[in-house]
Antibody, heavy 123, light 108 residues
Framework: EVQLVESGGGLVQPGRSLRLSCTTS????????VNWVRQAPGQGLEWVGF??????????EYAASVEGRFTISRDDSKGIADLQMNSLKTEDTAVYYC??????????????WGQGTLVTVSS | EIVLTQSPDTLSLSPGERATLSCRAS???????LAWFQQKPGQAPRLLIY???NRATDIPDRFSGSASGTDFTLTISRLEPEDFAVYYC?????????FGQGTKVEIK
């Protein structure tokens, strides 16, 4: 069974950092890209960024709203993808989802999602 | 950036009725790299349709997708009680991978 579990969310002050992890099982992690998507309270879905699988260079791309502050990395040996979030702003408050992405299109097609982890940025 | 505009914002229908949801892209979506997701309260999104018209694994055949140029449509032929939810389209052909704002299908 394909599973993705996000962890690391919580309450953090503006300007501080937080690191989220996406722990996976049930599939060969190294064969897939990983996307991160967030959802502010009561709002729609916002794409955050993605990391390609190593066969495509393992490179990353980000939404303009997080470029330069957020970094996605992956450890294929552990089946984990991380989202390092620096210089957090109140508008980063959201549930953060990771998604397994098939290598279709440019950023990949998300076919499985984690259950999400809530990040609250507030003083 | 490809902007996706969904309509209507809310669709009020009864079980058994047909639902037609629209997603219009601001520019061509290469290779019809357009997906539809369903989201219920407190849950993660679930993939319904990819490549504009391909049903994902275990998705009932009452869900169908179509494309015409930059216009994409999700059709639910006969609404079941479990289909009342919010639906999002997303393009994955270019970065950023933009989502539509969502259409809420509610019980009339």
């Amino acid at each position: 069974e394909v599973q993705l579990v996000e962890s690391g969310g919580g309450l953090v002050q503006p300007g501080r950092s937080l690191r989220l992890s996406c722990t996976t099982s049930g599939f060969t992690f190294g064969d897939y890209a990983v996307n991160w998507v967030r959802q502010a309270p009561g709002q729609g879905l916002e794409w955050v960024g993605f990391i390609r699988y190593k066969g495509y260079g393992g490179t990353t791309e980000y939404a303009a709203s997080v470029e330069g502050r957020f970094t996605i990395s992956r450890d294929d040996s552990k089946g984990i993808a991380d989202l390092q979030m620096n210089s957090l702003k109140t508008e980063d408050t959201a549930v953060y989802y990771c998604g397994r992405a098939r290598n279709y299109g440019h950023i990949g097609l998300i076919d499985y999602w984690g259950q999400g982890t809530l990040v609250t940025v507030s003083s | 950036e490809i902007v996706l505009t969904q309509s209507p914002d809310t669709l009020s229908l009864s079980p058994g009725e047909r639902a037609t949801l629209s997603c219009r892209a601001s520019q061509t979506v290469a290779s019809n790299c357009l997906a539809w997701f369903q989201q219920k309260p407190g849950q993660a999104p679930r993939l319904l349709i990819y490549g504009a018209s391909n049903r994902a694994t275990d998705i009932p055949d009452r869900f169908s997708g179509s494309a015409s140029g930059t216009d994409f449509t999700l059709t639910i032929s006969r609404l079941e009680p479990e289909d009342f939810a919010v639906y999002y389209c997303q393009q994955y052909s270019k970065s950023p991978g933009t989502f539509g704002q969502g259409t809420k299908v509610e019980i009339k």
